[in-house]
């Protein structure tokens, strides 16, 4: 009876608070302004978020760590129905679970010290990972040491509770304990009374109560908010792989407010994100700036952001909106938003599925379009895609230049054709890449495709501009692109560039544009698969491949550019140690490519060292933007002489001319 | 303080220069424009000066065809207060544009600083402020990279020939034609661009403001291209070889030696 009152009282003191808590921060996420994304798809949900959270797929992509977690895991959900009876017979000693009868009792039992142990395998693990082998990106946090030790605690009360209750209640199932009863008889030869041993079973319970107890008051205010956030995080994240940017409606009046200014700009989903995060790091060990010396890790932005919505909480939960201090602070700074290349290494590496480029594009957003503060060297390129609809200072008139005298068609003289080829900024304007499209022509002409150009009624498709934050160009110049594809009715489109590819694919349809879009990496795999092209020339004896961050984990695009490589004769394809979705950027993504790189190493220097430790005399790339990097990063190794970087369009005319 | 920002509407920087078929003229069919870059450094000091003194406004005018109403909005998106179109026919001088714009300001209130860019980048006169200051009795600075304001005295850093630069101190009201260097225009924000394309633009007719055909002083005619450049010539040899057949051509063929 008097434990029953003592429970009644600590556990409502407990639950209370920690309930408390937990309103708070539900309010907190409700009081979240930005638009909430749509979430439809319920039953691809649940099959999706029962492997990622019950099969711990995600966790379980880093194999070490990921099994001790799934043992973690999977351990406290089974110790909780133990716990759960625990609580139920000290509010009255009738409500044992043996109910479900003699051999499922015995079960439950066995289950428990069964995954006490199988916790303490993982716990003791994780603390060996933490304490001892350190990896550099998880950091020291004393909220992890705390963690572990609640956790530890409570494994060794368990089997102390059981041993202690096995010599002092001998109960009828004693035997399931089928590792305690081995502890039990080493206590046993402390030669304690058996009321001693009742006694000291009720403390360890006791312990283990309290223990339970004071880590769910603990819970709200810590990291470990993890087992109640990723959950539904995992349920709700963006389920394809493709991802457009969220397209903001300029026309709606209402919206006063472009982009994220205060941290409740942001939506109740970036609100989860943050509340999901329990700082494994995994992000910042794959983020090229990070990787870099910038000031931006992934982790340290969803952390400083959650500590921007802790410091803010009353203000906002006082309906004082306008008193909120920003959403740029002196942690996350105007550099840690501009370092960001948008590669989103993070997100694909995330095992509760956080997506950091949403909140560094509504940061962006923000900066540019409310604020207009941004790197200096960026207004020009915004003046000329407004005005010249291209980055590069060069005039709409020139567009089609390049293809003068290859007898190309514009879709303006109405042939028929098979595929409209869009050519990008970069092969229209830039003399490396002018290169690449004319082999690309070659290539296309060689499989006898039907295909023509916009020409001069081309336009930059506004992915830098989009990317930098500036929406309100991006968008004129989606619409005017839109306008113009629909009015020749194209269906098919190819294209050499990712970030052209990114945004006609995913990004056109909120504008009224849908098309089939490919990327010169899948065409040309097609076309070697059909056997209308023939590789026949040896081109090089080793190449290495670099992924394109929008072809690759933006799209899903990873063995095609591979399988023409290896399509042509007599050719080693080798990787870097980073492919394929673990691919290190070339530093040009998110509009990076029109920003001076002032901090740390530089990102394009650091990922041609990658590829030269191949010591592939060839470095292919799929990309225009990569091509620039990777190019300058051979001529300031000074390796101009023995390497080349050459797109997968070059290598594909080579060895089929 | 009044603050008056006079701007021109011109072809953009990137164009590729066509002729009228008369020779009358540039050909700007389809032409994108902008609003010429030395107006940006000046609109750019109006807008800085206004913000560091409240209670100022900063007006922008044009002279030009209704096509020029474009550069006033670019120019509200940056953060002026009012806007002016003188409308003038395409084709007019410097001295009616000058007289235009002089004989608006009178009527407006009375200026503190009127400014200009240095030239326009279409016909590059670099003429207008100076017409304007000697129209209203008051001084111009031209060319101007910096300057410091301290109440009715302003001291203006221009640039002058041999890349050197001098200081001239000049009273209050005046004209300034900014030039490179002044300061880093700003990005319009996306509230200001909205605001500016309800924004009131008030319409003056040249003729109300005494503008007749006379003030024409000049009409062009007659342009041509300038002659394709010619391939370069590489002189082979060891040095002295060279640096001889260098000076013999500077002689014979460049005639500057």
């Known amino acids: 009876m008097l434990q029953t009152v003592a429970f009644v009282i600590v556990a409502g003191i407990a639950f209370g608070y920690s309930g408390f808590r937990f309103a708070k921060l539900f309010q907190l996420l409700k009081s979240m302004k930005g638009r909430t994304p749509k979430f439809g798809r319920v039953a691809e949900r649940i099959v999706t978020a029962t492997v990622d959270i019950l099969g711990q797929r995600a966790v379980l992509r880093d194999p070490w760590i990921g099994v001790a977690h799934t043992m973690i895991f999977w351990g406290f959900l089974i110790i909780t129905l133990g716990t759960l009876e625990q609580f139920a017979m000290t509010l009255n000693e009738g409500w044992t679970f043996e109910f479900i009868g003699q051999t499922a ?42 963690i572990l030790m609640f956790t530890g605690s409570l494994m060794v009360s368990i089997f102390l509770m059981n041993s202690f209750h096995v010599l002092g209640s001998d109960p009828w199932f004693k035997d399931s ?3 305690s009863k081995h502890l039990a008889s080493v206590f046993g030869g402390l030669g304690f009374s058996t009321e001693t041993n009742h006694g000291l079973y009720i403390f360890f319970k006791w312990l283990h109560m309290s223990l339970v107890l004071g880590f769910a008051m603990y819970i709200p205010g810590s990291k470990h908010l993890h087992i109640l956030a990723a959950g539904p995080n995992t349920a709700l994240k963006h389920l394809d792989v493709a991802k457009g940017m969220r397209t903001l409606n300029f026309a709606d009046e209402t919206l006063t407010q472009y982009g994220a200014a205060k941290i409740t700009d942001l939506s109740w989903k970036d609100a989860l994100d943050l509340y999901s995060c329990t700082e494994c790091g995994r992000c910042e060990a794959l983020c090229p ?10 982790k340290s932005i969803i952390i400083d952001m959650k500590k921007n919505l802790y410091a803010n909480k009353d203000l906002i939960l006082a309906g004082k909106a306008d008193e909120v201090t920003s959403l740029i602070d002196a942690r996350v700074t105007d550099d840690v938003i501009w370092a960001c290349t948008s590669c989103r290494a993070c997100e694909v590496a995330c095992p509760v599925f956080i997506e950091h480029t949403d909140k560094i594009f509504d940061a962006r957003r923000n900066l540019v379009m409310m604020e207009s503060r941004f790197p200096v060297e960026v207004q020009p390129v915004f003046k000329n895609m407004e005005t010249n609809g291209t980055p590069w200072a060069f005039s709409a008139s020139e567009r089609a230049n390049w293809a003068e005298g290859l007898g190309i068609p514009t879709m303006a003289e109405n042939p028929t054709i098979e595929v409209l080829l869009w050519v990008g900024c970069a092969g229209s304007y830039d003399e490396r890449n002018k290169n690449v499209l004319k082999s690309f022509v070659n290539v296309l002409k060689r499989a006898e495709v039907k295909f023509a150009i916009l020409g001069t009624e081309e336009q930059c498709t506004g992915d830098a501009a989009r990317r930098i934050g500036n929406e309100y160009l991006f968008q004129s110049l989606a619409q005017t692109n839109v306008e113009t594809l629909n009015r020749y009715a194209v269906k098919d489109i190819v294209t050499a560039c990712p970030h052209c590819f990114n945004t006609l694919k995913n990004e056109y349809k909120d504008f009224g544009g849908t098309y089939n879009v490919m990327h010169h990496s899948e065409f040309m795999a097609k076309l070697v698969a059909t056997g209308k092209l023939k590789p026949t020339q040896e081109v090089a004896k080793k190449i290495t491949f670099h992924d394109s961050c929008y072809l690759g984990r933006w799209n899903n695009v990873y063995e095609e550019p591979r399988s023409v490589i290896s399509a042509i004769p007599n050719v080693e394809l080798v990787e870097m140690k980073q492919n394929r979705k673990d691919g290190m950027c070339c530093g040009a993504g998110g509009g990076r490519m029109w920003m001076e790189e002032t901090i740390g190493r530089r990102v394009n220097v650091v990922r041609t060292e990658q590829a030269l430790e191949t010591g592939a005399p060839v470095i292919a790339s799929s990309c225009p933007f990569c091509m620039t990097m990777l190019s300058d990063g051979v001529k300031t190794k000074d390796k101009v002489d023995s390497v080349r970087v050459l797109d997968i369009a070059e290598l594909m005319d080579a060895s089929t001319s | 303080m009044n603050l008056y920002v006079c701007i021109k509407r011109v072809p953009d920087t990137e164009m590729k220069v066509k002729l009228k078929a008369d020779n009358s003229g540039v050909d700007l069919a389809g032409v994108k424009t902008i609003l010429s870059p030395y107006d940006e450094f000046a609109v750019e000091e109006a807008l800085r000066v206004k913000e560091k003194n409240a209670g100022s406004t900063v007006t922008a005018i044009t002279a030009g065809p209704a096509e020029a109403i474009e550069v006033l909005r670019t120019a509200l998106a940056m953060g002026c207060d009012n806007a002016i179109h003188i409308e003038l026919a395409d084709g007019s001088d410097s001295n009616m544009a000058a007289k235009a714009i002089a004989e608006c300001l009178k009527k407006e209130a009375p200026a503190d600083l009127i400014y200009f860019g240095k030239e326009a980048i279409d016909d590059g006169a670099a003429m207008v402020p100076q017409m304007v200051a000697a129209r209203m009795g008051i001084p111009s600075v031209t060319i101007v990279t910096g300057i410091e304001y301290s109440g009715a005295t302003i001291k203006c850093k221009r640039e002058i020939e041999g890349g050197s630069s001098e200081t001239v101190e000049v009273t209050l009201p005046t004209v300034i034609a900014a030039s490179k260097g002044l300061n880093e225009p700003r990005y319009a924000t996306l509230p200001n661009i909205m605001k500016a394309k309800k924004k009131e633009v008030k319409a003056i007719k040249a003729s109300d403001l005494g503008v007749a055909a006379s003030d024409q002083k000049v009409k062009l005619s007659n342009f041509q291209m300038p002659p394709p450049k010619a391939a370069g010539k590489k002189i082979e040899g060891d040095a002295a070889a060279q640096a001889k057949a260098l000076v013999q051509l500077l002689h014979t063929e460049a005639k500057v030696v």
Request: glycine share 4%.
């Open chain 1, 289 to 298: 700036a990070w990787n870099t010396e910038k000031p931006l890790s992934p």
């Open chain 1, 105 to 146: 009792y015995s079960a439950l039992i066995w289950s428990q010290d069964f995954f006490t142990a199988f916790v303490l395998y993982g716990i003791l693990y994780a603390a060996y990972r933490r304490l001892v082998k350190r990896p550099k990106n998880l950091g020291q946090s004393q909220d992890a040491n705390n």
């Open chain 1, 177 to 179: 304990y089928f590792i």
